[in-house]
């Protein structure tokens, strides 16, 4: 059974950046050349895909984020991390991490997810 697991700060200052780390159980799916992404939903909207990292390190953001957005991966410690700058109470939502075999922007192109965490962004 193949666990994701987020983490990090549950609260964050208007203008700080969004620092969050997603754990895989299984090094073997680690290293699998899958797709790993970052989503959000923000109280009372739908789901949000953020942006998506390969195996090669390739990167795609959404363009509504793009400018505030990193994501990057340590593949020796099952990881990879969402880093969202300039925040404000806008971006309060629960976020999510997940993989899949397949690039997206949409929920369903990925098949195991995290839990989610929720971040609430102060003013």
């Known amino acids: 059974q193949v666990q994701l697991q987020e983490s990090g700060p549950g609260l964050v200052k208007s203008s700080q950046t969004l620092s969050l780390t997603c754990t895989i159980s299984?090094?073997?799916?680690?290293?699998?050349?899958?797709?790993w992404a970052w989503f959000r939903q923000p109280p009372g909207k739908a789901m949000e895909w953020i942006g998506t990292?390969?195996?090669?390190?390739?990167?795609d953001y959404s363009p509504s984020l793009k400018s505030r957005t990193f994501i990057d991966r340590d593949t020796s410690k099952n990881q990879f991390s969402l880093h969202l700058s300039s925040v404000s109470p806008e971006d309060t939502a629960v976020y999510y991490c997940?993989?899949?075999?397949?690039?997206?922007?949409?929920?369903?192109?990925?098949?195991?997810w995290g839990q989610g965490t929720q971040v609430t962004v102060s003013s």
């Open positions: 299984s090094a073997s799916v680690a290293t699998h050349p899958y797709y």
């Open positions: 997940a993989i899949g075999p397949f690039p997206g922007t949409e929920a369903n192109h990925y098949d195991y």
């Open positions: 990292i390969a195996y090669s390190h390739t990167t």
